[in-house]
C-alpha cells in the first residue's frame, strides 16, 4: 500500500522560509505525479503545487507563484515544497497527494494522500 509522509512543518515569521517533504513509500515514486495542497480551517481546501512523474513539468496556484518551489528526487522518493517569503495566509496544513494517472489541481484527481503537516507563519 502506498503511503505518504509530510515533514518539515513548523512555526516561522512572515518572511522566513520552509521546505516540506514529502516521503513516498509502498510503490515506485517514479510512477507518480505529486502534488500540495493546503487547507486552513473554516477554508476549502487549496491547491498549491504539482508535479509530473518525470519531473520536467511543474505548475502552482496563483497565490504561491514565484514563492513557493515543488521538486522531487526519486533516488528518495521524495517531494519539496520550497516555501519562500512566507506570509501569515501561508498558515494551514500542508497535504501532499500522489496519482499516478492524473497531474491537475483537483483534489479529487488524487489517490494517496499524507496526513498533513502544519505550517503557521507569525505577523
Known amino acids: 500500500q502506498v503511503q505518504l509522509v509530510e515533514s518539515g512543518g513548523g512555526l516561522v515569521q512572515a518572511g522566513d522560509s520552509l521546505r516540506l517533504s514529502c516521503t513516498v513509500s509502498g510503490d515506485t515514486f517514479s510512477r507518480y505525479n505529486v502534488a500540495w495542497f493546503r487547507q486552513s480551517p473554516a477554508e476549502e481546501r487549496e491547491f498549491v503545487a504539482a508535479?509530473?512523474?518525470?519531473?520536467?513539468?511543474?505548475y502552482y496556484g496563483g497565490s504561491v507563484k514565484g514563492r513557493f518551489t515543488i521538486s522531487r528526487d526519486d533516488a528518495k522518493s521524495t517531494a519539496y515544497l520550497q516555501m519562500n517569503d512566507l506570509s501569515p495566509g501561508d498558515t494551514a496544513v500542508y497535504y501532499c497527494?500522489?496519482?499516478?494517472?492524473?497531474?491537475?489541481?483537483?483534489?479529487?484527481?488524487?489517490?494517496?494522500w499524507g496526513q498533513g503537516t502544519q505550517v503557521t507563519v507569525s505577523s
Open positions: 508535479i509530473n512523474y518525470s519531473g520536467d513539468s511543474t
Open positions: 497527494a500522489t496519482s499516478s494517472r492524473h497531474y491537475s489541481s483537483y483534489s479529487d484527481n488524487y489517490t494517496y
